[in-house]
Nanobody, 124 residues
């Protein structure tokens, strides 16, 4: 089975930084998922696409994080999200997601093939 394993969440003061990591395990359909992305969700609110990276390099960001967050993909099965200048509004559960076609940040859960278990980010 394919699993996405996130790490790196935690609590930080406003203005601080965190780096999230996501590792793909058990993917046997090629070098890695075509698209890997980060989503976030606050309880009671809709899931929000944060940033995404296609296997060939193009990246996309939500307007709310442009200039503060950087997504990187050091290899086909690993994904980072560097988060700088964090704000209390960034507090959420962050989820890694992957799918076999090009990325989109506007997505329902079923639009992505795989999801991680989530890692909590709290900014105070």
């Amino acid at each position: 089975d394919v699993q996405l394993v996130e790490s790196g969440g935690g609590s930080v003061q406003a203005g601080g930084s965190l780096r999230l990591s996501c590792a793909v395990q058990g993917y046997t359909y090629g070098p890695g998922p075509y698209c890997m992305a980060w989503f976030r969700q606050v309880t009671g609110k809709e899931r929000e696409g944060v940033a995404a990276s296609d296997l060939n390099g193009p990246t996309t960001y939500a307007d709310s994080v442009k200039g503060r967050f950087t997504i990187s993909r050091p290899n086909a099965n690993y994904l980072y999200l560097r988060m700088n200048s964090l704000k209390p509004d960034d507090t959420a559960m962050y989820y890694c997601a992957a799918r076999s076609r090009s990325c989109t940040l506007v997505a329902e859960r079923g639009d992505y093939d795989y999801w991680g278990q989530g890692t909590q980010v709290t900014v105070s």
